[in-house]
């Protein structure tokens, strides 16, 4: 059952081919087996799992399913889940207990899925490889000696490695497209605002932004469907109707306006990578779609400007983490500043102690014209290239990450040359606009990631584009051996 799509399983679940017990128990079964080389996993709720595909056995017979119910859908541990530790990859959290679900995980939960347990990730989702996890690294199932990509590096390697057929992720700067293209797997980023951030642990509150994760675009859109729409608890998710993201799957893509970005086509690009790139977009031309170059020229300052913003926003948001409330707390404090400094001191990691320093300081009073005001005003540069490029072209196109899959410590030592993995993905976020990953290839072995990036609102089409281009190529049927 592990090598199915959702839309397989929901399909067998309905036909009564299997019950969602018996789809549980495999799906348990297998990271029992896989985990421990895979480390995707950070905790495993296997009874609580099995009730509620008990629960959902019981839901089908009654005639009252919808599409996931039954289905187990993995959660990121960025997102809270009641009784459940929710760690964010951190020690910070490691014994925190979530006292509520976030809005996205008792969306699933009214779907009537199943979640077996939480997936490793990035310490509080900073890192592009899922090394900076307090439980330790994910390992890419495509070959153990390299990364997963991140953060949401255990979602994708899960989904790879059939440990759950769906699973969510976030993505701030590219943290679910990035691990999604090294993993050989689906995964969407959408319009900041379309998912509830409610429950979710903030990182970077303009950016961060929830999605789904899975095979196949098909599985993304009815996973979308499920996360997508206003939550009044989350006051930047936006009022506007969720279309019906599978009815619109098989839409024509005649007379389809194709931009290339000339600045993801330059320097950096691993060559065998560009030559899927322009092969994917060939299958787009045969599918009716026109191709033109464009030029967003203030792509190559987006990762200088995200890594402005972005620590700004945490050194903010993490402030949070005092000791006092909730999460680690020293041992025997000698006074107030002992508490907060040995609790900080020893719950956050080295990445995370980075990034709040660049953003306590960029926000600092004798730097924030200087830093933060500037990134801010870059940022609108960015989007502005966006919205003139969508004038002309209804989606752009190119790689998701300029490599494949690097491996483990390779790039521990050097934050840039880590931070630059993110080169194609970052700007997105700054604008707000969704884009998608999906496999488009192998270079030596390892899968190859084609972005998608399409205007506000645009999931439907973007998830419409990924299916078409599925139904012609077989890539993302590919799956590792372990
Ligand atoms: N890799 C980027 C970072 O480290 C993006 C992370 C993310 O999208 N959560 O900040």
Not at 73 to 93: H, P
Not at 153 to 164: Q, Y
Not at 303 to 311: D, K, S, T
Not at 388 to 394: L, M, T
Request: charged share 20%; net charge neutral.
């Amino acid at each position: 059952m592990h090598t199915q799509t959702i839309a397989q399983l929901a399909r067998g679940l309905k036909n009564r081919d299997f019950s969602s017990v018996e789809l549980t128990e495999a799906c348990l079964a297998r990271i029992r087996q896989h985990n421990p080389a895979l480390n995707c996993y950070i905790s495993l709720t296997e009874e609580a799992a099995l009730a509620e595909a008990r629960a959902a056995d019981a839901r089908i017979a009654s005639g009252q399913a919808e599409p996931l119910t039954g289905i187990p859908i993995a959660q990121k541990d960025i997102f809270c889940t009641e009784g459940v530790r929710t760690s964010c990859g951190s020690r910070m959290l490691d014994s925190f207990i979530a006292p509520y679900d976030a809005t996205i995980v008792s969306r699933f939960r009214a779907a009537g899925s199943v979640m077996p347990g939480k997936l490793n990730m990035d310490e509080f989702a900073m890192g592009s490889s899922n090394e900076t996890s307090f439980y330790g690294p994910v390992k890419n199932p495509w070959n153990l000696q390299t990364v997963p990509g991140g953060s949401s590096g255990g979602s994708a390697a899960a989904v790879a490695a059939g440990l759950a057929p769906g699973a969510t992720g976030t993505d701030t700067g590219g943290s679910i497209r990035q691990p999604a293209s090294f993993c050989g797997i689906t995964g969407i980023k959408p319009t900041y605002g379309r998912c509830s951030r409610w429950g979710m642990i903030a990182f970077a509150s303009s950016l961060d932004q929830a999605g789904p994760m899975a095979r196949t675009a098909e599985d993304c859109a009815l996973m979308l469907q499920v996360m997508a729409g206003f939550d009044p608890k989350d006051s930047t998710s936006v009022d506007v109707p969720v279309p019906d993201y599978a009815g619109a799957l098989n839409a024509s893509l005649d007379g389809l306006r194709i931009g290339l970005p000339r600045e993801f086509f330059e320097a950096g690009l691993d060559p065998a990578i560009e030559q899927l790139i322009r092969a994917a977009v060939a299958e787009y031309r045969k599918l009716g779609a026109t191709v033109s170059e464009i030029s967003l020229p203030n792509m190559p300052l987006s990762v200088p400007a995200y890594y402005v913003v972005a620590p700004a926003e945490c050194s903010s948001n993490l402030a949070r983490y005092d000791g006092v409330r909730f999460g680690h707390r020293c041992a025997n404090p000698a006074d107030l500043p002992d508490l907060y400094t040995r609790s900080r001191g020893e719950g956050f990691g080295a990445e995370v102690k980075r990034r709040i320093l660049m953003g306590t300081y960029a926000l600092s009073a004798g730097y924030y014209d200087a830093y933060y005001l500037k990134a801010q005003k870059v940022r609108r540069l960015i989007s502005d290239d966006f919205q003139q490029a969508f004038r002309s072209v209804d989606v752009i196109m190119g790689p998701t990450a300029p490599s494949v899959a690097f491996g483990l410590g390779e790039k521990s030592d050097d934050p840039v040359s880590m931070y630059l993995s993110d080169i194609y993905t970052i700007g997105v976020n700054l604008a707000g606009l969704p884009g998608l990953s999906l496999p488009a290839g192998f270079c030596a072995g390892l899968p190859v990631g084609l972005q998608l990036i399409g205007n506000y609102f645009s999931e439907a089409r973007l998830l419409n584009l990924a299916h078409r281009y599925q139904q012609v190529t077989d890539w993302h049927t590919r799956q590792p051996t372990l």
